[in-house]
C-alpha cells in the first residue's frame, strides 16, 4: 500500500508520543528531529483547541482529551486502511470475478466447495477470497457493505437478521445444530449426544436475539436441560473455543464453525432442531454472482 492516508498524519505523530511517552524517541520512530515532532503536536493540539499531552520531567502524560483522542485515532486510522484496500481491490476488479467473504471463523471454503461441483456450469467464473476480521465492528461493516468489496458470505441468517443488515439471502439447506467439543472431553468420543447428558455441564451459545434458529436452540435446552450452566457470546471467535476449552465447556453450533479450533470437533445432538444456511449477498447483485447463486441453488433444489 502506498504511503498515502484518508487522515492527518499528525495523528501518527500524536500515537507515537503517547506510545512511547517521549518526544525524542518517538521522533526516532518516526525518522524526525525532536524538534520537529514537538511543533508538528504543538500546531495538532492548536487546531484540536485542547491539550493532548502534559508535559512532565518524566515524560509525556495523555490529557482527557488527549486519552480520548487515543482511543478514537486508532480506529480511524484502521478505516482509512481498509477503505484504500478497498479501493484498490475494486480498481483491480474483474467482472467476472466473485469475492467471497472469508474470516478466521467463518470460513469461505462452502463457498467455494459450491463453485468447485458446478465449474463446468459457470465457465469464467472466477472466485477470490477476501479477509475480514473476527471482530462484531469487522463482521458488520462487511455483511452491511455487500457488493463493494465482498460480494457474498455462507452463513446462518433469517428474515429479521438480513433487514438488520440490507442484504438479500439464499437459503440452500437447513443444517443440524449441535455441539463443538473438546477432543479430551468424555463426550467428545460419542457420535450422538442425548440431551440428559448435558446436565450441570457449561454450555456456550450465541447470545438471544442474534438468530431466530439458534434462539429456538436455546430455548429448548434451557427447557430441556434446567440445571445447566449457559453462558452467551455476542460473537462466535477464537476466545470462545479457548474459553470453552479452559472452563471444560461445550459450544452450541454448527459443522462448518466448530473446525476452526483444532481440539474441536462437531458432535450431533439427540434432536431435530437446525438452522438455515446459505448465501448472504447484496440486494443486486453482479450479473456473475446472480449467475452463480441461481445454479447453485438449483442444484440444491433438484438434490431435496
Known sequence: MSSFRLYNRRLDAFLACARTGSFTQAAQRLYVTPTALIKQINTFEDGIGAPLFERTPRGLKLTRAGERLRLEA????????????????????????????????????????????????????????????????????SLERLGDEIDIIAGVFDERFLARYNCAGVVLERVPIGLSVATGDPLAERDRIGLAELSGRKIFLPRFGMLEDFDAAQTELRARVPDARFTEFDLLDIDVFNRAL???????????????????????????????????????????????????????????
Not at 474483474?94 to 470460513?107: H, K, L, P, R
Request: one cysteine or more.
Open 74 to 141: 486508532e480506529a480511524l486510522i484502521a478505516l482509512s486502511d481498509s477503505i484504500l484496500r478497498d479501493i484498490a481491490r475494486a480498481a483491480a476488479s474483474d467482472e467476472n470475478e466473485i469475492n467471497v467473504g472469508t474470516s478466521a471463523v467463518f470460513s469461505g471454503r462452502y463457498v467455494f466447495d459450491c463453485w468447485y461441483r458446478h465449474r463446468e456450469e459457470l465457465p469464467g467464473t472466477k472466485m477470490r477470497l477476501i479477509s475480514y476480521g473476527n471482530t462484531r465492528a469487522e463482521v458488520d461493516r
Open 246 to 304: 479452559t472452563e471444560e465447556g461445550l459450544i452450541l453450533n454448527i459443522g462448518c464453525w466448530s473446525d476452526v479450533h483444532p481440539l474441536f470437533r462437531m458432535i450431533e445432538l439427540d434432536w431435530t432442531v437446525t438452522a438455515r444456511f446459505g448465501f448472504m449477498l447484496p440486494k443486486e447483485p453482479s450479473e456473475t454472482v446472480r449467475r452463480f447463486v441461481d445454479v447453485v441453488s438449483a442444484s440444491f433444489r433438484r438434490e431435496e
